[in-house]
T-cell receptor
Framework: SQQGEEDPQALSIQEGENATMNCSYK?????LQWYRQNSGRGLVHLIL?????REKHSGRLRVTLDTSKKSSSLLITASRAADTASYFC??????????FGQGTTLQVKP | EAQVTQNPRYLITVTGKKLTVTCSQN?????MSWYRQDPGLGLRQIYY???????DKGDVPEGYKVSRKEKRNFPLILESPSPNQTSLYFC??????????????FGPGTRLTVT
């Protein structure tokens, strides 16, 4: 399988804490993307980091990429109850095909 | 409003009865794709299309067909559905122009149950 892996599979934190999710992928990439999914609904794009970038920020999100280790991490700072969702990484090569990880389910308790 | 629409949103059918799930996007995107999502397995790509009349198999194409006759539409066809195709299906599209990096826009999903 070409699927990436994410860990942890599930994460439960208190509101205000930071949440970190990790992703590993298997093939060389053009970019890596993170998506969010609220229960049973469509995925929403959060952030994209290109293979020549090492870190990227968007609001409370911080993404890092280590192409030598074929890994990425997503940090959500100062989490809110509304951040409760599943988060998926997706690696993309030159064809545009996305290979998704299995996701991390985040629960933020108020 | 820029969006990807799928129909139907929910479908219960019986084994062997042909069905089509429609997908349409209004963003003039070249790239469209179908995924299925199953518990513990994440999203797996079924088929994708880089442009009109160009389609390619994804990771799990068996039992599915697609066509791309128009840029905006990318229907998913199950010629003879089986219970193992019970799943949540997502259509997605993206632009392949420039350095956009293929951010994908997802439809709301179609929950299919095959009995």
């Amino acid at each position: 399988s070409q699927q990436g892996e994410e860990d942890p599979q599930a994460l439960s934190i208190q509101e205000g804490e930071n949440a970190t999710m990790n992703c590993s992928y298997k093939t060389s990439i053009n970019n890596l993307q993170w998506y969010r999914q609220n229960s049973g609904r469509g995925l929403v794009h959060l952030i994209l980091i290109r293979s020549n970038e090492r870190e990227k920020h968007s609001g409370r999100l911080r993404v890092t990429l280590d192409t030598s280790k074929k890994s990425s991490s997503l940090l959500i700072t100062a989490s809110r109850a509304a951040d409760t969702a599943s988060y998926f990484c997706a690696s993309s090569g030159n064809t545009g095909k996305l290979i998704f990880g299995q996701g991390t389910t985040l629960q933020v308790k108020p | 409003e820029a969006q990807v629409t799928q129909n139907p949103r929910y479908l219960i059918t019986v084994t062997g009865k042909k069905l089509t799930v429609t997908c349409s996007q209004n963003m003039n995107h070249e790239y469209m794709s179908w995924y299925r999502q199953d518990p513990g397995l994440g999203l797996r790509q079924i088929y994708y299309s880089m442009n009109v009349e160009v389609t390619d198999k994804g990771d799990v194409p068996e039992g599915y067909k697609v066509s791309r006759k128009e840029k905006r539409n990318f229907p998913l066809i199950l010629e003879s559905p089986s219970p193992n195709q019970t799943s949540l299906y997502f259509c997605a599209s993206s632009s392949t122009a420039g350095l956009g990096g293929y951010e994908q826009y997802f439809g709301p999903g179609t929950r299919l149950t095959v009995t």
